[in-house]
């Protein structure tokens, strides 16, 4: 499986981005989809989770009531759209998808497949 991140950006805190992550070369609804992200010089983050079939969804307590995950399985791509932007969410966002339903899904290291990262940047 194949990740593509895109929609970071520059942004005034207060503002929005949305987020995409489009698989290729496998069963994108047969993954688990999560989003981390990792600042500089600190370690990777849990960010959301969302289910197969866009169910047993799962925030950060950092992010929770201002990002949105979501997943259109037809077009084999998982969203998150991000509200009321800080400085501290100023990180490389990375999309990734697990393949086995055992482990802590907040751990990065129960997921197999990574995007490439996309930087969001908030100014404040």
């Known amino acids: 499986v194949q990740l593509q991140a895109s929609g970071g950006g520059l942004v005034q805190a207060g503002g929005s981005l949305r987020l995409s992550c489009a698989a290729s070369?496998?069963?994108?609804?047969?993954?688990?989809m999560g989003w981390f992200r990792q600042a500089p010089g600190k370690e990777r983050k849990f960010v959301a989770s969302i289910g197969l079939r866009g169910n047993n969804i799962d925030y950060a307590d950092a992010v929770k009531g201002r990002f949105t995950i979501s997943r259109d399985n037809a077009k084999s791509t998982v969203y998150l759209q991000m509200n009321s932007l800080k400085p501290e969410d100023t990180a490389v966002y990375y999309c990734?998808?697990?393949?086995?339903?055992?482990?802590?899904?907040?751990?990065?290291?129960?997921?197999?497949?990574w995007g490439q990262g996309t930087q969001v940047t908030v100014s404040s």
């Open positions: 990734a998808a697990r393949v086995s339903p055992v482990g802590f899904i907040r751990s990065s290291t129960t997921y197999r497949y």
């Open positions: 070369g496998g069963t994108f609804s047969s993954h688990v």
